[in-house]
């Protein structure tokens, strides 16, 4: 049996960074594997996770659990049964609704398959001064399914993130466990906890997914001498729009990391080539994080995420610009 854990979490809590730590500190002797699902269809967290040595399956463009599940019971079926991983970590959008995941993990087609352990959920305490994120679905439910609570984030934590996660967490905590951590530095012992089967999650069908599976399990790529390409996807309130590039195209390294950070939406993330080598964007709200290395990708992707309506075409305009080759 494969140990399972899902990884939830709201657009930009360090889910992907999480992973990315759990895979760099896993046992040497273990082979693990990650699904990941994201709200959009370039395949960002796929490029990020490329390099970690785990099995991957991808699952863009919207919620894993859209088409009664079918899109993550594939992209399940082929990990379990191919890659025999003696872990699994399922890391849904930011986006998406935990139930109908867990309803499909625990179906009894999978007991012979899955062991079922604790389900992690990321949370940026400060969301919990967000009245839009309180007021989420989506964000209400990935914190009731957690079996533990990771408040990340905590280097930028303030008093008033703080007495409202201790707040909330005297309201909702329970039996649950609250670990704190900085840039998504987790102990990966804390996959081995049980499930505490204690959340009451409401029912996920009347859940707003968004659907678009024409590109099937694979992320977005580029057709043969096709230099660029962009896709867009909308759903729950949500809009994003996405670029990929040819791996001739570098970008200039101070303009890119203005226009990600200027850009008036919610959410930047990307991997992109610069005359340096490779360079890492991760910005949710106004936090802007980016890492470089001189390792360059086998392409560029970048994603943005905005609530309202942005315009995308002018967004593009700027960014072609910065195209140094």
């Not at 970690?52 to 990990?79: D, F, H, R």
């Not at 009451?200 to 590109?215: I, R």
């Amino acid at each position: 049996m494969t140990k399972t854990n899902l990884i939830t979490g709201f657009l930009g809590s360090g889910k992907t960074t999480s992973i990315l730590h759990l895979l760099a500190n896993k046992p040497a002797n273990e082979k693990w594997a990650v699904l990941v699902n994201e709200f959009g269809e370039v395949g960002i967290d796929g490029a990020l996770l490329a390099g970690s040595g785990a099995l991957l399956k991808e699952i863009p463009g919207g919620c894993m659990c859209c088409v009664n599940g079918l899109p993550m019971q594939v992209g399940l079926n082929t990990l379990l049964r191919q890659g025999k991983p003696d872990r699994l970590l399922i890391e849904p959008t930011g986006l998406g609704h935990p139930k109908q995941i867990l309803d499909i993990l625990t179906a009894p087609v999978y007991e012979p398959w899955i062991d079922l352990q604790a389900t992690l959920c990321l949370l940026d305490p400060r969301l919990l001064l967000d009245e839009k994120a309180l007021n989420n679905e989506n964000f209400r439910d990935q914190l009731a399914a957690a079996d533990i609570i990771v408040a990340n984030k905590a280097d930028r934590a303030s008093a008033e993130s703080q007495q409202a996660l201790d707040s909330w967490w005297r309201r909702y905590g329970g039996a649950r466990e609250l670990i704190f951590s900085e840039q998504g530095n987790i102990a990966p012992a804390l996959l081995e906890k049980p499930r505490l089967n204690t959340a009451s999650l409401p029912s996920a069908s009347g859940h707003a997914h968004s659907h678009a599976p024409k590109h099937g399990l694979a992320a977005l790529n580029l057709p043969e001498q096709q230099r660029w390409r962009r896709s867009l996807n909308s759903g729950q309130g949500y809009q994003a729009c996405g670029w990929i590039f040819d791996a001739d195209t570098q970008f200039d390294t101070i303009g890119l990391l203005e226009w990600a950070r200027l850009a008036p939406v919610e959410r930047v993330k990307g991997v992109m080539r610069i005359a340096e080598g490779l360079v890492r964007i991760n910005r949710q709200g106004q936090d802007l994080h980016i890492e470089t290395q001189n390792v360059a990708p086998p392409d560029s992707r970048i994603e943005l995420i905005a609530e309202a309506q942005a315009d995308w075409n002018g967004l593009q305009s700027a960014l072609l610009k910065l195209r140094l080759s």
